[in-house]
């Protein structure tokens, strides 16, 4: 009898908690919307199923510890290892091209990581952040998952899971959230504006471009160069020709195994004693202040620069600067096809300020470290 009395003690039954059960209910949300809703169910799945793994009593599979999750934890995340990774698969998937054939989409790139520093501001400003973690926060509104992992597993490792489940969550709300900011800024007469064919681009072009860019970047902010440096390795992996097999497994199963251990990672940091509190929420609120204005900072700067261009171009592109690669820009052309009754489809014009968000936003990242990093 007493035997099984301590057996029950040390069950998971007997020491689970109301934190733990909330939290269950979480992981559930995330993984039931990554199945029924199809939200980046590559990674919110991972995430679910971390979280779950995270709440159960006395297993030790949470992030901030000493069992299996923590050693993919300490190696991957708090190393900065896996986020870089990513970001060589992502480039191997990216076409620079339309950005290359419109060089002035560049600047609608930048103009929509706006958010990142209205949110950082806000926090900083208005709530009781401190510098690093309001940057962790602001980075949200690059809508670049990936990114926001790898700034806060550096300025605060402790908001992880609340900045990454937001980061995600609104990454997959790109085609709800960004209509209606599209319809409020937006004429009808600008939702028409057509753009013709982008410049060609040489394959000389293509395979300087992420030579020179990631060298020029890296040079100017020297924090960005493992996310940029490795974005531009794994464009040069595609572009080359030479290294199809290596393109292949970058953009393939290495970016498949990343996936699934960085999500499981970070699912395992939302334990109920760190997510469980109002600081989650103001998070996730900031981070929808913060990925609307991103948006909005796209489109009014697109409005701005059309003042000064003999030939315009169509507003609506901008709300593509977002790094939500290829959705933000997929979501822009629906919109516009349907507000002009499919006469307009500007899916590679969009595609230029979409592949330069990615860049924006790896580069605000490393304009942050360089100045918050202790």
Known sequence: MDTVIELLRQSGVVNISF???AMFIVAGALIYLAIEKKYEPLLLIPIGFGALLANLP??????YGDGIIALIYDAGIRTELLPPLIFLGVGALTDFRPLLGRPLTFMLGAAAQLG?????LSAGYLLDFTPQEAASIGIIGGADGPTSIFLTSQLAPHLLGPIAVAAYSYMSLVPIIQPPILRILTTREERAIDMPQAIPVSRTAVILFPIVA??????????SAPLIGMLMFGNLLRECGVTERLRKTAGGSLIDIVTIFLGVAVGATMDAANFLNYRTILILILGAVAFAFSTAGGILFAKLM?????????PCIGAAGVSAVPMSARVVQQFVSEATDGRVNPLMPAMGPNVAGVIGSAVAAGVFLTLLQG
């Open 19 to 21: 934190g733990n059960i």
């Open 58 to 63: 006395l297993a030790k599979m949470g992030s």
């Open 116 to 120: 990142i520093f209205v949110a950082a």
């Open 214 to 223: 990631g060298t020029i970047a890296s040079l100017a902010v020297p924090s």
């Open 306 to 314: 059309n003042l000064f261009l003999r030939r315009k171009i169509n």
